[in-house]
């Protein structure tokens, strides 16, 4: 059991969880429209792993920290190899169901995490499980849950919670969010929550 169910973390599943075969589990990657490789579970499993300790933190008012196990966004963009141009990289669920866009100029290559297990347990499905992006320095919605297609992009396109009235580049805003590690309500300052 990973340490989000231990928690209860929230489980948030906008359109319900979508369909997918564990075993012909793989991730799509779009240049606009443009297929450029399907990269199977198994050989995001075989790419060079790494645990990232960070905080997702909700838009909603939640933030859990954790131990995340996975590739780190630099090392998944060595094995998509070199992409050019583009200013957008939009995430999505494995039926489309559920999108997220991410400007260029947020990403950031070492603390991004394309994440498979959490504390050396896989992730259960609720909690996104086999795969799902984590985005520390973005509201939790960018953080894509059953990572299907990974499409970067020229023009944006606003996914699910954009077009909902979240914001567009979802930058973690000054306010107060409930600690789920401890129950803590805390004051955080904006940007990626670092403090505690
Ligand atoms: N596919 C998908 N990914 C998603 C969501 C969703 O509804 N569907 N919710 C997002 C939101 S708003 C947050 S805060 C986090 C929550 O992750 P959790 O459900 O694992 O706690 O997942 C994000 N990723
Ligand atoms: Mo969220």
């Given at each position: 059991m990973?340490?989000?169910?231990?928690?209860?973390?929230?489980?948030?599943?906008?359109?319900?969880?979508?369909?997918f075969?564990?075993?012909s589990?793989?991730?799509?990657?779009?240049?606009?429209?443009?297929?450029?490789?399907?990269?199977?579970?198994?050989?995001?499993?075989?790419?060079?792993?790494?645990?990232?300790?960070?905080?997702?933190?909700?838009?909603?008012?939640?933030?859990?920290?954790?131990?995340?196990?996975?590739?780190?966004?630099?090392?998944?963009?060595?094995?998509?190899?070199?992409?050019?141009?583009?200013?957008?990289v939009?995430?999505e669920?494995?039926?489309?169901?559920?999108?997220?866009?991410?400007?260029?100029?947020?990403?950031?290559?070492?603390?991004?995490?394309?994440?498979h297990?959490?504390?050396?347990?896989?992730?259960?499905?609720?909690?996104?499980?086999?795969l799902?992006?984590?985005?520390?320095?973005?509201?939790?919605?960018k953080?894509?849950?059953?990572?299907?297609?990974?499409?970067?992009?020229?023009?944006?396109?606003?996914?699910?919670?954009?077009t909902?009235?979240?914001?567009?580049?979802?930058?973690?805003?000054?306010?107060?969010?409930?600690?789920?590690?401890?129950?803590?309500?805390?004051?955080?300052?904006?940007?990626?929550?670092?403090?505690?």
């Amino acid at each position: 059991m990973t340490i989000l169910k231990d928690l209860t973390t929230p489980i948030f599943k906008a359109e319900g969880i979508p369909k997918f075969d564990r075993f012909s589990y793989h991730v799509e990657v779009f240049h606009d429209n443009k297929l450029l490789k399907i990269i199977p579970l198994t050989d995001i499993m075989k790419l060079p792993q790494t645990t990232l300790n960070a905080r997702m933190t909700s838009v909603s008012g939640w933030s859990v920290r954790a131990d995340w196990n996975g590739v780190l966004w630099k090392d998944m963009m060595t094995a998509i190899g070199a992409v050019d141009p583009f200013e957008f990289v939009i995430f999505e669920n494995t039926e489309g169901t559920y999108t997220t866009n991410c400007y260029k100029e947020d990403i950031l290559p070492e603390r991004w995490i394309v994440c498979h297990s959490v504390g050396g347990e896989p992730l259960e499905v609720e909690y996104g499980g086999p795969l799902r992006m984590i985005v520390p320095n973005l509201w939790g919605y960018k953080s894509c849950k059953w990572l299907g297609k990974i499409r970067f992009c020229s023009k944006n396109e606003s996914g699910y919670w954009e077009t909902r009235g979240y914001t567009d580049r979802g930058q973690i805003e000054e306010g107060t969010t409930k600690d789920v590690n401890t129950g803590e309500i805390r004051d955080i300052a904006g940007g990626e929550v670092t403090a505690f």
